[in-house]
């Protein structure tokens, strides 16, 4: 029996680091590392169950080719050769035909170590010429708003929250998605601390609060705003850090002006005295801090919200605090290489990039020249994960795109696929892992050998490469050279800290003070050094109060936020958690299904004029009335008529980063 360590890979903020107990060259055990500082010893509901996943009977083990109809989802085995000769030749063909960039690599977060997520992959693509992906499906338009804001995606210290008296989850369900960090949170309220979410919908982490703020999606911004009112109505800021540290408070004086919390109060449908009572208690109460996450960045005015945010603490002084700020990710403060892990020097010039959030109209755009006649998938599961699900249903299923999908299992997409590649999970390949939500570098070395004839991104495409003729030097490098490369080591935040010495431990904690106050005296990486303060409230496209003439056919607002034991569409299909889930649902408030006789348990259809789908009807209050709520993202061939939550979300983009609008959905629901 020997005990190593690994790192999760998947999209989560808290990057733990895993025991796993090998006998016999199978994994026997796994928990949390009680050495690391961040995981504390414990895992997830989600990967508790890891190994399930790891020696799963539905895993692919070996290459597969197409049989039926796409979107059968039927196979037949191949061997490698087979395989990387197929790909080899349908992309010279289409090369040959359309030019390089009719071949499209869909990719994002299913593996978040740096070399699984950019490294080779974006390379052999770099050098093939094939069209860009602008990777915006989940976290752009928060981290273009930040970057305008602070400089960099860097927050305060997620263990220095002990010392916070005042701390908002801010479209954060952190229990569910975060919950490495709420012993911490837990810990500074046993020394005092009172605890508030922000959120659309009563989740774990609300129904744990002292307060939930129940406002409609999409209006976070003209909360904000109000606050910032209350705080220059009533005096509360903090001038001296706003005169040394921040540029623009005039102008933010003058826009707050206007949004006093009666005006707040009807875009946000809260309580005017519930938005002064919050406004007071931020900013008299320090340290203060906000955990704001992606939750409130999938609408029309995503940049804009967190942008206006982000320019609170700076008001208040809370970055002055250890433990005080405002946290949405700590990626910001890992200095790494991503030109030398991604070399974009091999991008041919006016190579075109095209937005992931799009893909259905991508697949189905007649104008677009070249069009995409090759899809890579790797990574992510877009029949299930991408907006507007009928349209990339639809493109997917086009015979004249070829399609070929690395994965685990045969996801919603590897049905559609041409020619299906066997991946490794974390326990089988090597890796290098950031977090972005904490401070700790760690290595990850295999625990077992692969599984049947699995390969992890990297020697795939080594292994492409090879066949498509690329030559360039840097396609072949092994994935311990290009980790040698993945940081930049002469940075003040690796002083001390080698690549040796990451091999050695295993896991480090960046070399920042402990704990770690960024902006405590300014110092922002901003172009002038300074908090560039912002206020602006961008209206949802869709909201029953900014849309009013679209919301008298589609009058209720959608959310799908991740259901507990999800993570994406990653676990959807794993019979521990579906069981757990017990099946697609939709709640609503008691308000809301009784004129139209629904009654719990019963199944229902959302729809709109882009798609509908079936779930079971969970009436409750823990939607707020005007709001339902599909807890996601389940396969969509294991739901009631093949559709998600996504046959509704719309493909239009956020105001900053080119991201998706999930959360910008008018719907009506129907018993079905």
Not at 362 to 371: E, F, V, Y
Not at 450 to 470: D, H, I, V, W, Y
Request: proline share 7%; net charge negative; glycine share 8%.
């Amino acid at each position: 029996m020997r005990r190593l360590k690994v790192v999760c890979p998947h999209d989560c903020p808290d990057t733990c680091v895993m025991t796993v107990d090998v006998e016999d060259g199978r994994a026997v055990a796994i928990g949390g590392d009680p050495d690391h500082r961040f995981t504390q010893g414990f895992l997830c509901a989600k990967v508790n169950h890891y190994l399930e996943r790891v020696y799963s009977p539905d895993r692919i083990l070996q290459p597969l080719k197409r049989t039926g109809k796409k979107g059968e989802g039927k196979f037949a085995p191949i061997g490698w050769d087979e395989a990387l000769d197929t790909i080899a030749s349908r992309f010279r063909q289409v090369i040959a035909e359309h030019g390089p960039q009719a071949i499209l690599p869909y990719s994002y977060a299913g593996n978040m170590g740096l070399l699984s997520y950019g490294s080779m992959d974006r390379r052999f693509f770099n050098a093939l010429g094939a069209s860009l992906l602008d990777r915006t499906i989940c976290a752009s338009a928060g981290a273009a708003g930040l970057k305008a804001t602070v400089g960099k995606s860097i927050g305060f210290d997620p263990e220095a929250v002990v010392n916070a008296r005042f701390i908002v989850a801010w479209g954060a369900n952190i229990v569910s998605s975060n919950v490495h960090l709420w012993p911490f949170i837990e810990e500074a309220r046993r020394r005092g601390a009172r605890f508030v979410t922000v959120d659309p919908y009563r989740s774990r982490t609300a129904e744990k609060a002292d307060a939930h703020l129940a406002l409609l999606p999409g209006t976070d911004a003209a909360l904000a705003l109000a606050v910032m009112h209350v705080i220059f109505r009533d005096g509360l800021e903090d001038d001296d850090y706003i005169a040394k540290h921040t540029n623009g408070v005039e102008a933010l004086k003058e826009r707050a002006r206007e949004w006093a919390p009666e005006r707040a109060a009807q875009v946000t449908a809260l309580p005017a005295a519930e938005i002064e009572a919050f406004a007071h208690e931020y900013a008299t109460t320090q340290p203060s801090a906000i955990r704001v996450n992606y939750g409130l960045n999938r609408h029309a005015g995503a940049g804009a919200a967190v942008r206006t945010i982000s320019s609170l603490p700076a008001l208040t002084g809370a970055w002055r605090h250890p433990g005080g700020g405002l946290l949405l990710s700590t990626s910001g403060t890992f200095p790494v290489d991503s030109e030398a892990l991604e070399r974009p020097d091999l991008i041919p010039p006016g190579t075109r990039m095209l937005n992931m959030s799009q893909l259905g109209r991508i697949l189905l755009d007649p104008a677009l020249d070249p069009p995409v006649k090759a899809l890579f998938v790797y990574n992510s599961n877009p029949a299930a994960v991408a907006p507007e699900q009928e349209q990339v249903q639809k493109g997917l299923g086009r015979e004249d795109l070829f399609t070929v999908v690395h994965d685990l299992f045969l996801t919603d997409t590897a049905d559609f696929a041409d020619v299906v590649l066997p991946a490794t999970t974390t326990l089988e390949h090597y890796d290098i892992h950031k977090a972005y939500g904490h401070l700790h570098l760690g290595l990850s070395r295999p625990a077992i050998a692969p599984l049947g004839e699995s390969k992890p991104n990297t020697e795939l495409f080594r292994l492409l490469a090879q066949r498509m003729g690329l030559t360039h030097a840097s396609l072949s490098e092994s994935d311990e050279e290009m980790a040698r490369h993945a940081l930049k080591w002469d940075h003040p935040h690796l002083d001390g800290i080698s690549f040796e010495r990451l091999e050695r431990e295993g896991s480090v904690r960046l070399n920042v003070a402990d704990p770690f106050a960024p902006f405590a005296n300014g110092g922002f990486p901003t172009p002038s050094g300074k908090c560039e303060l912002f206020a602006d409230y961008v209206p949802p496209r869709e909201g029953p109060t900014s849309n009013p003439e679209r919301a008298r056919t589609y009058p209720l607002a959608f959310i799908s936020p991740p259901a507990h034991h999800f993570l994406n569409s990653t676990f959807s299909a794993q019979p521990t958690f579906v069981r757990r889930e017990s099946g697609p649902s939709l709640t609503l408030h008691p308000d809301d299904a009784g004129p139209r006789r629904i009654q719990d348990g019963a199944l229902v259809r959302t729809f709109n004029d882009r798609g509908s789908f079936l779930a079971q009807a969970r009436v409750s209050d823990a939607a707020r009335p005007g709001v339902v709520v599909g807890l996601s993202i389940w396969w969509a061939k294991s739901c009631p008529g093949g559709r998600n939550a996504n046959a509704v979300t719309s493909q239009e983009l956020t105001d900053m980063g080119g991201g998706a609008t999930f959360y910008d959905a008018l719907v009506e629901v129907e018993p079905a």
